[in-house]
C-alpha cells in the first residue's frame, strides 16, 4: 500500500522557518522523482520545488527560489523542504507528490498534506 505521509506544518510569524518531511512507503522511492506542491484557499495547485530521482536534480518555482531548499535521504524513504524567510504568501497546504513513468504507465502519487500558516 502506497503512503506518503508529510509532517512538519504549522504556525509561524513571517521571517521564520520550518522543515517539512514526508515519509515514503510502499513502492521503490529511490526510482521516483519527488516534488512538493502547495494549495492556498481560493488558488490553484502550485509547484513548489522537485528532486529528480537519479542525481538528486533540484528544481524550484520563482516564488521560493534562494528560501526553500529540497532534498531527500533514500535511505530514509524521505523528502524534506526546509522553508526559511517565510511570507503570509506562503500559507497554504503542502503537499508531497511522488512519480515515475514506466514504460507506457505514469505513477502519480500524493500525500494528504500538512498546513503551513505565516502569520504575524
Known amino acids: 500500500q502506497v503512503q506518503l505521509v508529510e509532517s512538519g506544518g504549522g504556525s509561524v510569524q513571517p521571517g521564520g522557518s520550518l522543515r517539512l518531511s514526508c515519509a515514503a512507503s510502499?513502492?521503490?522511492?529511490?526510482?521516483?522523482?519527488m516534488r512538493w506542491y502547495r494549495q492556498a484557499p481560493g488558488k490553484e495547485r502550485e509547484l513548489v520545488a522537485g528532486i529528480s530521482a537519479v542525481a538528486s536534480i533540484t528544481a524550484y518555482a520563482d516564488s521560493v527560489r534562494g528560501r526553500f531548499t529540497i532534498s531527500r535521504d533514500n535511505a530514509k524513504n524521505t523528502i524534506y523542504l526546509q522553508m526559511n524567510t517565510l511570507k503570509p504568501e506562503d500559507t497554504a497546504l503542502y503537499y508531497c507528490n511522488a512519480w515515475n513513468i514506466l514504460g507506457t504507465n505514469r505513477y502519480d502519487y500524493w500525500g494528504q498534506g500538512t498546513q503551513v500558516t505565516v502569520s504575524s
Open positions: 510502499g513502492f521503490t522511492f529511490d526510482n521516483y522523482a
